[in-house]
């Protein structure tokens, strides 16, 4: 079974423009995660999306959104980046199921100058 | 109230060593206690993970040790090895299902 895909692997951005980060899951799981991964912070949990819907969110301002497909794809979008939003992005699937383990990508690496 | 408090943020033991992880919460919504595993470049994975009804899991060379009244739990290495070397990460989560997890430590294991 492929594992989860995340796209790109790399990024640079300008301060003040906008990305867009895309997963892929595990074939069969309903369920995305998005976390932020920073030195000194670990990892921070941004939004999890099941069956196209987000089910819980974590303390990020509105710029950080997100977004799940029917065929479970999830896209994870900043806007206005800051130099603090330098980062890696995790995205992380699960069936969806209660307390059922996360499964990560190998993230993307955003960097704002 | 939905911290993970996990400590140390980095350690070195020699190989053979038992080197101990600590985590603390004060949520006791918490009912899933989760340990992963980040080698460098890779996203985290699954180590081992316990829930409240018993106080020890081991898995291989792997222990949580878990203290529901004093709500801490710890994860135990036996006979580390260099190729034990990454960063872990305890979580929790209940509830809301919502996975939080602790900022980290680099574990290093001398050859």
């Known amino acids: 079974k492929a594992g989860v895909t995340q796209t790109p692997r790399y990024l640079i951005k300008t301060r003040g423009q906008q990305v867009t980060l895309s997963c892929s899951p595990i074939s069969g799981h309903r369920s995305v995660s998005w976390y932020q991964q920073t030195p000194g912070q670990g990892l921070q949990f941004l939004f999890e999306?099941?069956?196209?819907?987000?089910?819980n969110k974590g303390n990020f301002p509105g710029r950080f959104s997100g977004r799940q497909f029917s065929n479970s794809r999830s896209e994870m979008n900043v806007s206005t980046l800051e130099l603090g939003d330098s980062a890696l992005y995790l995205c992380?699937?699960?069936?969806?199921?209660?307390?059922?383990?996360?499964?990560f990508g190998n993230g993307t690496r955003l960097t704002v100058t | 109230q939905q911290q993970v408090k996990q400590s140390p943020q980095s350690l070195i033991v020699q190989k053979g060593g038992i080197p101990i992880i600590n985590c603390a919460y004060e949520n006791t919504a918490f009912d899933y206690f989760p340990w992963y595993q980040q080698f460098p470049g890779k996203g985290p994975a699954l180590l081992i993970a316990i829930r409240p009804d018993v106080s020890e899991k081991k898995e291989g060379r792997f222990t949580i040790s878990f203290n529901k009244s004093a709500k801490q739990f710890s994860l135990h290495i036996m006979d580390s090895q260099p190729g034990d070397s990454a960063t872990y990460f305890c979580a929790a989560s209940g509830g809301d299902d919502k996975i939080i997890f602790g900022k980290g430590t680099r574990l290093h294991i001398l050859p």
């Open positions: 999306y099941f069956s196209e819907t987000q089910r």
């Open positions: 992380a699937s699960r069936t969806g199921g209660d307390n059922s383990p996360l499964h």
